[in-house]
């Protein structure tokens, strides 16, 4: 990338074509053009739509100074290659999900999900107010990148099986999609993992390559397909209880950006971090609603099966103890969410536990 190619005037030359999107253009010159690629399917509104609405954000704050092209996934770079791609800098910048580059650094999971790890609440205020951005950023320095919240899913489901998970034993052999940490944990219960992009895992359930699929949660799921190819919609998300996706920036354009424009992705990326969360705690119950309408029977792992995760969560855990910034991080990281969860032991959840105990 010609490091000064995306410093621009150029207002009127951001075109969008078919499923590539720019936000309507501010007549006035454009002194910033960003290429956003994403790890995302079109068709999925809130997680390529939080792209969209960041791009449209950033060009309505800046005055047109910053415009962002965006893509789906597989437009022009594999779902998965994002981050390398920005890293490189063939590319500007990317939408994804760290965890989908544990491979690289297991380290990465704790920015979208650990098993049995953080909420929606928790994960935002380790971000923004318990140090997690400032480990963030050192790890992605080291790849040449800067990246900040881009969303979060809240809660997700436990997956989509076509056969009854009643105790550990009925796991093995199935072949199953599963990001991150917690397909290394489905893995140690003899699950035969696959990682696939999002817009892959329903035609793989429906040719009958995958036995069992992990996603998002009844939104997404449902614009998937996936009522279509499994049975059984298991919860709850012990693996993914939030799941925190992410605007990365090559470090070398982050650099050419002056303070102000600097501060205005921040917010930018910061409210469409809150746009995300509010649509899926909105549009998930629905959804959900309209799964079991349509004969989808949901389930709930029974006991046996939850600590049967819990104890390979902790060994998967063990292993990654062995990489340095895995281990520096984690003790950052748990020491934050016991003090969290302290608190919210003798306050919050127990006024949680009172209304669900007693209004349903």
């Excluded at 594999?78 to 890293?87: I, Q, T």
């Excluded at 650094?105 to 979208?112: D, I, K, L, Q, V």
């Excluded at 809240?154 to 009925?170: K, L, V």
Aim: hydrophobic share 40%; with cysteine; proline share 5%.
């Amino acid at each position: 990338m010609d490091r000064r190619g995306f410093l621009k005037g150029a207002g009127t030359g951001l075109v969008a074509a078919g499923a590539i999107n720019a936000p309507a253009v501010i007549a006035q010159p454009t002194r910033f053009q960003l290429n956003m690629p994403t790890s995302w399917p079109a068709a999925l509104d809130n997680l390529y739509g939080t792209a969209e609405y960041f791009a449209e954000r950033i060009a309505v704050m800046t005055d047109g100074d910053v415009q962002v092209r965006t893509s789906p996934g597989g437009a022009e770079v594999g779902p998965l290659e994002v981050y390398d791609a920005v890293s490189s800098g063939a590319f500007e910048c990317c939408h994804t999900a760290p965890y989908y580059f544990i491979g690289k650094n297991p380290a990465h999971g704790f920015f979208t999900a650990i098993p049995f790890g953080m909420t929606l609440d928790e994960q935002n205020a380790w971000m923004y107010a318990g140090g997690g951005q400032e480990l963030w950023n050192e790890l992605n320095a080291r790849d040449n990148m800067i990246a900040f919240p881009g969303g979060n899913t809240s809660a997700q489901c436990g997956g989509w099986f076509n056969t009854e998970i009643n105790s550990p034993a009925d796991l093995e052999g199935l072949r199953m999609r599963f990001p991150g940490q917690g397909g290394r944990v489905m893995a140690k219960a003899g699950v035969s993992i696959q990682q696939l992009p999002g817009g892959e895992v329903f035609t793989a359930m429906e040719r009958g390559a995958l036995d069992a699929a992990e996603w998002v949660g009844p939104y997404d799921d449902q614009i998937l397909g996936m009522q279509n190819v499994a049975q059984y919609y298991y919860l709850p998300s012990w693996a993914e209880p939030s799941a925190m996706l992410g605007f990365y920036f090559n470090l070398d354009v982050w650099n050419e950006f002056p303070a102000d424009i600097k501060a205005q992705i921040q917010a930018c990326c910061a409210e469409a971090n809150t746009w995300m969360a509010a649509r899926y705690l909105s549009l998930n119950p629905v959804a959900l609603d309209e799964l079991q309408a349509q004969g989808v029977e949901i389930r709930y792992f029974p006991d046996s099966v939850l600590t049967a995760f819990e104890e390979g969560a902790q060994a998967v855990h063990e292993e990654d103890m062995s990489n340095a910034d895995y281990a520096r991080i984690h003790g950052e990281w748990s020491a934050f969410l016991a003090r969290v969860r302290g608190w919210n032991g003798q306050n919050s959840h127990r006024y949680q536990s009172f209304i669900y105990r007693n209004q349903g």
